[in-house]
């Protein structure tokens, strides 16, 4: 424990903390829902990969094959982890899958509108005139 809280410390928005040479690993933010693992050397023992973000388990790992990686779990009561097989080298990709789920249904609602004007502005062109009014004598 004392070296975890040694370990804390503060830093500016924006600056980037090396990672170290002796790491085999570099992580990338693709974006809020995406993330990238490339493992750069070949680890003779099963790993984790830690996600820092709330469990979910819409959460998924592929590993360099393509295939989802199997073993997700919760981290510290509330990450994300993978296991890892020994041999591993290559990009995982994380991605929370209900992301697009969301993008499916903005696609949905545009075409909607879009289907919905056509629909108004058609009745538009075609509107028979109105009866005249007959005057009663």
Excluded: C, M
């Amino acid at each position: 424990p004392v070296d975890i809280i040694n370990s804390i410390f503060f830093k500016k928005k924006g600056t980037t903390i090396p990672l170290g040479e002796d790491l085999p690993y570099v992580a990338q933010k693709q974006s809020y829902y995406k993330y990238t693992v490339d493992i750069t050397s070949q680890t003779d023992v099963p790993s984790s990969v830690i996600l820092y973000q709330a469990f979910h388990p819409g959460w998924v790992a592929y590993g360099p094959d393509g295939k989802e990686l199997k073993g997700h779990y919760r981290v510290n009561n509330w990450a994300n982890g993978w296991d890892i097989p020994a041999g591993t080298k290559g990009t995982i990709t994380l991605l929370f899958w209900p992301q697009y789920l969301e993008y499916i249904g903005f696609g949905i609602g545009i075409i909607a509108l879009g289907i919905l004007g056509f629909l108004v502005w058609k009745k538009g062109r075609s509107h028979t005139p109105l009866p005249r009014h007959i005057k009663h004598s």
